[in-house]
């Protein structure tokens, strides 16, 4: 079982930044790969990013590259996504999630399906 808390979130203007942190309970954070999505209002979840369980590989929505980066710290059990150059279009509920890996540690699941654990959500807001 894993249980996933997440931080950061909150107001900003266009052009801002944020840094959103997830924390994860459990000793072997390590074996799971975690993702980002967000919700906005009146639309489906999507894929934000996902990051492998031994860092090595990443992945980004292409509305997002080179603007967000994922990364994890695995001696804390935390996964971190860093947003800058925000839009009022990344106004949405960001929810990190959880999908044990075990051996395959490059693999970087993307849909919502196949992750097993999920965070509460955190609100970011950027004003236009």
């Known amino acids: 079982q894993v249980q996933l808390v997440e931080s950061g979130g909150g107001l900003v203007q266009t052009g801002g930044s944020l840094r959103l942190s997830c924390a994860a309970s459990?000793?072997?954070?390590?074996?799971?790969?975690m993702g980002w999505f967000r919700q906005a209002p009146g639309k489906e979840r999507e894929s934000v990013a996902s990051?492998?369980?031994?860092?090595?590989?990443?992945r980004y929505t292409d509305s997002v590259k080179g603007q967000f980066t994922v990364s994890r710290d695995n001696a804390k059990n935390t996964v971190y996504l860093q947003m800058s150059s925000l839009k009022p279009e990344d106004t949405a509920v960001y929810y990190c999630?959880?999908?044990?890996?075990?051996?395959?540690?490059?693999?970087?699941?993307?849909?919502?399906?196949?992750?097993?654990?999920w965070g509460q959500g955190t609100q970011v807001t950027v004003s236009s």
């Open positions: 459990g000793r072997t954070f390590n074996m799971y790969a």
């Open positions: 999630a959880a999908k044990f890996s075990g051996r395959a540690v490059l693999s970087t699941p993307y849909r919502p399906d196949e992750y097993n654990y």
């Open positions: 990051i492998s369980s031994n860092s090595a590989t990443t």
